[in-house]
């Protein structure tokens, strides 16, 4: 992640940079922003009803733990 001093850049190369890695902008040291490289695929799904809705179906379904869920993958003997 780099670091950026909005005095001393301009949006096109936080733009540019931040196809490599998350840019952080500061104001007197300060964050301030952090700019990203854009994921069509999750702002596609971050608006798609279907998918929420999904999300939701799942978040009611009853969980199991880590350790149950083990044993029903482990082998059988």
Avoid: H, Y
């Avoid at 971050?46 to 009853?62: M, T, V, Y």
């Amino acid at each position: 992640m780099r670091q950026v001093s909005l005095e001393k850049t301009d949006l096109a190369s936080c733009v540019s940079r931040a196809q490599r890695e998350p840019v952080v902008v500061t104001r007197n040291r300060k964050p301030v922003a952090l700019i990203v490289r854009l994921d069509v695929e999750q702002v596609e799904l971050g608006s798609n009803d279907r998918f929420w809705k999904l999300i939701a179906s799942r978040r009611r379904q009853q969980t199991i733990s880590r350790d149950k869920l083990e044993q029903m993958l482990a082998p059988k003997k």
